[in-house]
């Protein structure tokens, strides 16, 4: 079923919007998806630092060595 939209001068429309915003759709999944297992994707460590996916733990078991 399909949430309709409620026009933006109503009470709700906020609720709905943040509704909306804090589920990814099929094509964000696929895209950061994607992006994984090209180890593309940047996040941060526990101690703040930037992190590339390809350089965590899971994703060198499944990658290949580099030339």
Avoid: H
Avoid at 3 to 14: C, L, N, R
Avoid at 17 to 31: L, R, T
Avoid at 33 to 58: I, S
Wanted: charged residues 40%; without cysteine.
């Amino acid at each position: 079923m399909i949430d309709p939209k409620p026009d933006v001068s109503d009470p709700g429309w906020i609720d709905w919007f943040f509704k909306k915003m804090d589920q990814a759709g099929p094509d964000e999944e696929a895209f950061f998806e994607r992006r994984r297992r090209l180890g593309l994707g940047v996040g941060l460590d526990e101690d703040g630092n930037l992190v590339y996916a390809k350089d965590l733990p899971e994703a060198k078991k499944t990658s290949k060595p580099e030339p």
